[in-house]
T-cell receptor, first 111, second 117 residues
Framework: LAKTTQPISMDSYEGQEVNITCSHN???????ITWYQQFPSQGPRFIIQ?????VTNEVASLFIPADRKSSTLSLPRVSLSDTAVYYC????????????WGAGTKLIIKP | DSGVTQTPKHLITATGQRVTLRCSPR?????VYWYQQSLDQGLQFLIQ???????AKGNILERFSAQQFPDLHSELNLSSLELGDSALYFC????????????????FGPGTRLTVT
């Protein structure tokens, strides 16, 4: 199965840009890379998704290099409310339907 | 509100017992996923159903089973419960019209908190 690796935790300060990288090998060539945000005792919530290069929406950017062996979630000008766990999600090369979730990165934003 | 509903919200039961968790997907979504999240742990994918059929299996124990009914709601059955089964159980749904399924956003329910004593 494909494997993903994310930092366990990160700290930053309000107003800073935060980048969280997920390494993923053996992902399916036609699969998308997705990031979710989770607050305590709530279900994860979709943040952004991409296939290659760069994608930007109103809350984040996602950078995916040409080899697609990693992806970087970029949160501009974070606030205290961005304190959460962030997960990357990819698909496995060997199956059209096997989802591989990262272990999650706990992001703590300080004032 | 994601549009995915889960019942019950909380469940307390004893070891050795059996429980059923219920999930209703968003209107129009054909896929249902079940996840287990133990305290301060990541998401563990258990199983996925698509339009009534099992599509993918993750780290689901043999004591656990699930099904998706014709009206697309799903139930997760947990039997011979152990203390270690205490966790938040999430259901998610997505459209999943065509592969790859990673193309489609998953919408998560609020979860069922199971406590086994």
């Amino acid at each position: 199965l494909a494997k993903t690796t994310q930092p366990i935790s990160m700290d930053s300060y309000e107003g800073q840009e935060v980048n969280i990288t997920c390494s993923h090998n053996n992902i399916a060539t036609n699969d998308y890379i997705t990031w979710y945000q989770q607050f305590p005792s709530q279900g994860p919530r979709f943040i952004i998704q991409g296939y290659k290069t760069k994608v930007t929406n109103e809350v984040a950017s996602l950078f995916i290099p040409a080899d697609r062996k990693s992806s970087t979630l970029s949160l501009p000008r974070v606030s205290l409310s961005d304190t959460a766990v962030y997960y990357c999600l990819v698909g496995d090369r060997g199956s059209n339907y096997q989802l591989i979730w990262g272990a999650g990165t706990k992001l703590i934003i300080k004032p | 509100d994601s549009g995915v509903t889960q019942t019950p919200k909380h469940l307390i039961t004893a070891t050795g017992q059996r429980v059923t968790l219920r999930c209703s997907p968003r209107s129009g979504d054909l896929s249902v996923y079940w996840y287990q999240q133990s305290l301060d742990q990541g998401l563990q994918f258990l199983i996925q159903y698509y339009n009534g059929e099992e599509r993918a299996k993750g780290n689901i124990l043999e004591r656990f089973s699930a099904q998706q009914f014709p009206d697309l709601h799903s139930e997760l059955n947990l039997s011979s419960l152990e203390l270690g089964d205490s966790a938040l159980y999430f259901c998610a749904s997505s459209v999943d019209l065509l592969a790859p399924i990673t193309r489609y956003e998953q919408y998560f329910g609020p979860g069922t908190r199971l406590t086994v004593t």
